[in-house]
Structures are given as C-alpha cells and as structure tokens.
C-alpha cells in the first residue's frame, strides 16, 4: 500500500474518531439537560429528609398492566413506555402550614388544608412532559346545621396542584394525559371525583350527616390505599327549640318547650330565653 493510502487510511480514521468523540458528548450534554429538568420539578416536603427515602412507587404502564418498585423519592421519573404513576410517602393526611399555602387559597380564607401523603407523576397532555403534582383538601369551614333539610351540611375542595422544589403553587392550568380518580367517602356515601387537570379550580364536594358528634370522619380514597386516608371536618352545635304547638293568649300560656343540642357529645349548661311576639318572656 502506497504512502498516499496510508494517510487517507488515516484521515478517515480520524474522522470516524471524531464524529464518535461528538456524538458521545451530544449525547451526554442532552442526558445532562433531561436530569437537569427532572430534578428541577422534585416533589416538596415538610421534611426534607423524605426526599432521601426509599417509597413505594407504584406504576401504570398501560390500562390493564401495573407494577410497583421501591425508589427514592427524588430520583423517581416516569421512563418510556410509563403512563403515570404515585408514589406513597406516609400514612396520614398531613396538615400544610400557613408558608406553603398558596396565596390562591388563602385569599379565600379556608379554615385547614391538607395534603395527601402521595405524590402523583402524569404526563402533560400532547406532549411527554412529566408533571409531579399532590393533591390537596381544603377544609371550608365547620359543618352548619340546615333547618329545613335537618341535617348538617359543609364542603371540603380537592385541588390538585404541581410540586417544585421551592414551594408548593398554583400557577397555570394543565391538563394530564392520563387522568386520576380518588373517592371522597362520608357515613355511607360517597363522591367519585376524576382528576383531569392541575392548579386550578379545585372540586368542591358537599359533605353531610345527619347526627354526628363533635366531627364527622372523611375518607379520601385512592388506588394506593383502598383503606382511605382519613380526617375530622369540625362540626358547629345547633340549639334546637320546638313547641307542640303556639302561644296563645297574648303570651300568657304556658306550653312545654324543648331544648336540645345537636351535634355535640359533651356541653356546658345552655341558657335560653324565649320570647312570644305578642309579650312574655320566661329565661331557664
């Protein structure tokens, strides 16, 4: 072989060796942007450590084919050919404190909000961008009794909101892909609710019972805990007065009147007066 093939031997070599030494760190700048955009929507905590934990992760890759793995928090992301996915990090409803509350929802002044301990991964639709996102449960206020249905009656409001590392926010809409159903569950009802978007507005669900003391109990079910996590709603008393029949005589008869209290297993004692429209008044 000539001298002249030689060095085109070698040329080419070298090009070779170039285009594989390029390719290598195109391919490794763009791993680099994917972790960095991965890492970059991790899940926050009230504690960070949690971030270091070994959970549950549990898998959806197609509609009738589930798995589960055990995977740090922080280095879980959905892989190809994943749909969604939840990972369980506690037992309990966890309460957020005031820092995190998005502003969104404190302007509407709810009385507690609270987190479920799972963190969902789901991809935005029409595109593979993974959105890590917790669902919340706003708890309006005290369950009012309703007089003319006799029953006590609140709300509590579910909102699915995305997770970064700073904060919890609420910020644009977005729509998932792959939608999520939890059940909200009271006495013997309950309220399915699908889970289609994040951020915003939340679903609102009416809960009621007819006797409950001090509290009534709901449960928030999901596919990761058939048990449902469960959590107290506050429950205001009612003083209830009834007669079997009116007054007569411009105030001055006298008929048995009823005092009760509802919605209270222990009280104090109550005062009362009662006062007809026509004059008289007698206090107990």
Partial sequence: MSPYSNAMVSSKKHTVMQKIVTTFFCVLLVQTLVLAQVKKKRPV???????????????????????????????????????????????????LQPSVIPNKIKSEQPANVYMLPEVYYARAKGSQEEIAYGILIIDAAPLHYNLDKEIFEGSIRVLPVELHDDNVKVSGIRELATPEEIIVSFGAESRNLKITQVNWPPQNVVVSARDPLDSLQVKVITMSQPAGYKQNLAVEPAILLSARSVFQGMGLQTIPVTVAMKGVSKHSPVSVIIESSLGGRRGG
């Fill in 45 to 95: 905590f009230s504690d960070p450590g949690l971030l270091q934990s070994v959970v549950t992760v549990n898998v959806t890759n197609t509609s009738t084919d589930t798995s589960s793995t055990q995977e740090k928090v922080q280095d879980f992301h959905l892989r190809a050919g994943q749909l969604k996915a939840v990972a369980v990090t506690g037992q309990q409803i966890t309460k």
